[in-house]
């Protein structure tokens, strides 16, 4: 089973232990989307919709007299307008098991987003009449700044993995062990923008080192073909050498990147390994996987200005969410145009 197929059949088994705590009629919702949506995003909903059920359960006078799962359909026309704005209230702080949970622009966005779709799939199945859900706009989300590495940050940050600075005692026992591997996966992050996700599932016979390129699944479900440079070919190869020594556990067999535990890598450990390095780069960004893809994104932008090839190289199915990210003009193009427009002529005395 490859990486993300067992990353589906663990959002499948996640999704059906939700849904079996749910109302039944959450059901019909989940299998009518099961083909053209990912198990990923399945989830997501899932777990919006948990949320909304756990609020009307602890705050509506109707539901809190049966179980959840009792629930009948019927109280999605119960619920109001002025009820589904309690709830995006609730989101904003409410407690679960003891932990205190905050959403903010976009966690609320998205719960509405749900909500709203889980609306429209029964009003236009004709099983409710009413869809208060419509009538509640999807909270506006402020534009985040896009926070990616400068070209002499980069540099710095992959001088630092090769010498190992600003480690502490023990970071650097873990650090010559793990040195090749890090600057592997830092280079082809960085030097190919793929996701980490795409990172991590990478199996050995989907890298040719020999022709420059390397196998990844997408979002979308497909397969695509990355090429990369020479710099990322070097620090492949070099970990490469390393990797052949290894002897993985069972079942991991297959895995390029390989943890200390003789197992497949997982997002989070790359998470914390890009933590560790980059906070000695910068303190004023919070530098993670996906902002070293931003970094790619916006250097290919600017050597190419070609908004499509970037969309493609990245795998956006959408170029609009390419352009939104990449295409703004950079401080340092703005410094270059401050004295363009001129306020005096200057013969002006």
Sequence with gaps: MKYYEEQDKKNIERIREILAGLPSFCKSFFYDMADYTS?????????????FFEFLHKNNAYCRKMEMTEIPI?????????????????MTLYDKDGRVIMNKERGKARKIASLRSFYNYFYRAEKIEKNPAALIPVPKQHEKEIIRLEPQEVAILLE?????????KSQLKYHKINKVRDIAILTLLLGTGIRVSECV??????????????????KGGYDATIYFGFE???????YMDQRENMIPLTGHEDAFFISMQNKRMGVRSVENMVKKYTQNVTTLKKITPHKLRSTYGTSLYKETGDIYLVASVLGHSDVNTTRKHYAAISDEERMKITNAVK???DTDA
Excluded: C, F, M, W
């Design 201 to 218: 599932g990478l199996n050995i016979n989907d890298v040719d080192l020999d022709n420059g390129a390397l196998v990844v699944h997408r």
């Design 74 to 90: 019927s109280i999605l026309e119960r619920v109001t307008k002025d009820d589904i704005l309690e709830y995006l209230d609730y």
């Design 39 to 51: 198990t990923r995003t399945r989830l997501a909903y899932a777990y919006d919709l948990k949320v």
């Design 232 to 238: 990322v070919e070097t620090a492949l190869r070099d």
């Design 160 to 168: 630092q993995v090769e010498k190992g600075e600003k480690l502490t």
């Design 343 to 345: 306020l005096r002529s």
